[in-house]
């Protein structure tokens, strides 16, 4: 299994700044992804974070709103840009092999409220 | 587009009980189907991972079941404990890694 740090693990920001929040892997992995909890609901996919290359979002996401690094194959980044209390969410890192029927892990999430 | 849906979405038992947890999909054409569970403020931890070609899969006092046919998994808990309280979540597995998740099931287990 892999060891998943993310950072920070919870922050209160006001309305209109943005953050960035780390994702660090122990090992290289093939894939690592974003996903958004909001309040009450289950995770969504926001986007592939692609090591070298811009990211893949899912419908309904976009760069400009939530844009994601990966820099190398054991660490990306995702911003949450102008907050809006919207976005008041849990944002969880998970990472993949690539290995097909092996499992994906997560990161300890980080929880943004936005006041 | 794949939907996934757990049923209830809610339980309190009392401690020692056995448990049954419900999830159903949409789309057979799934290459696993994966069990986690969140504890409040956590991550997710990964329980049990079953393959579309299995029919199920045990670790310890868990056990869950596939059943592509009928679009359904469930997640059998044996002789609940308190520490077993959490929200279990089962998903989708997709080529890519990519899981579509259900909202989950709280469970609470009552000394």
């Known amino acids: 299994s892999a060891v998943i740090s993310q950072k920070p693990s919870r922050d209160i920001c006001q309305r209109g700044t943005s953050l960035t929040i780390q994702c660090q892997v122990d090992?290289?992995?093939?894939?690592m992804f974003w996903y958004r909890q909001q309040p009450g609901q289950s995770l969504t996919l926001i986007a592939t974070?692609?090591?070298?290359?811009?990211?893949?979002?899912e419908s309904g996401f976009v760069i400009d709103k939530f844009p994601i690094s990966r820099p190398n194959l054991t660490f990306s980044t995702l911003t949450v840009s102008n907050m809006s209390p919207e976005d008041s969410s849990i944002y969880l890192c998970?990472?993949?092999?690539?290995?097909?029927?092996?499992?994906?892990?997560f990161g300890q999430g980080t929880r943004l409220t936005v006041v | 587009k794949q939907e996934v849906t757990q049923i209830p979405a809610a339980l309190s038992v009392p401690e020692g009980e056995n448990l049954v947890l419900n999830c159903s999909f949409t789309?057979?054409?799934?290459?696993?189907l994966q069990w986690f569970r969140q504890d409040p403020g956590k991550g997710l931890t990964s329980l049990l991972l079953?393959?579309?070609?299995?029919r199920e899969q045990t670790s310890g006092r868990l056990n869950a079941s596939l059943d592509k046919s009928s679009g359904r998994s469930t997640l059998y808990i044996a002789a609940s404990q308190p520490g077993d309280s959490a929200t279990y979540l089962c998903?989708?597995?997709?080529?890519?890694?990519?899981?579509?998740f259900g909202k989950g099931t709280k469970l609470s287990v009552k000394p």
């Open positions: 998970s990472v993949w092999s690539g290995a097909l029927n092996t499992e994906a892990f």
């Open positions: 974070a692609n090591q070298g290359s811009e990211a893949t979002y």
């Open positions: 079953i393959q579309s070609s299995q």
């Open positions: 090992s290289q992995v093939t894939m």
């Open positions: 789309d057979s054409a799934i290459y696993n």
């Open positions: 998903a989708d597995g997709g080529s890519q890694g990519n899981l579509i």
